[in-house]
């Protein structure tokens, strides 16, 4: 079992059901999710350094990927407090997630190589990501839809990551 990417998996998860079963669907709550998800993603890397005993993860897969969502989920607390437009800071700080998120998934699909199964898993939660920065940057639609197709990016991401993280790895 990667536990890195079991993790990750249970952080998309979570912001994935809250989302779903959540009754609300304002830029509040969008901005919260953006907020929740950037703790359960460091939470979920912490959880994997005490996780993994034999130090097999390597720390550029723990550490780089965690900077555009804690960024982006300080600043979504930040924009609630200091009463920012929240419609235009939840469309704007998702497209910036979503480019940080892409960005560290390509770098790190690169660094462990696409002939591996966990630079393909990397690349294509990167073409998630650019699917997702797409939606954000380039389409006003309301909140509404932006906040389901938040929640659908996690939910999707989650299953990819649940299967990836379950794989057996091949043997050599």
Known sequence: MNWL???????????AAVITFSRTHSSEF???MLALFGALYLAASVGTHFLDKRHKVMSARLGVPLIAPVVVGV??????????NQESSLRWLTAIFAAGFAGTELWLSRKLGTQTVDGRDALISAVLGFALLGLFAGFDMGRVPFIGFLGAFHAILAVHLGIAATTPKPKK
């Open 30 to 32: 969008g901005l919260n």
């Open 75 to 84: 600043a979504a607390v930040f924009a609630i407090g200091a009463g920012w």
């Open 5 to 15: 990417q079991a993790t990750r998996a249970t952080a998309h998860a979570g912001v």
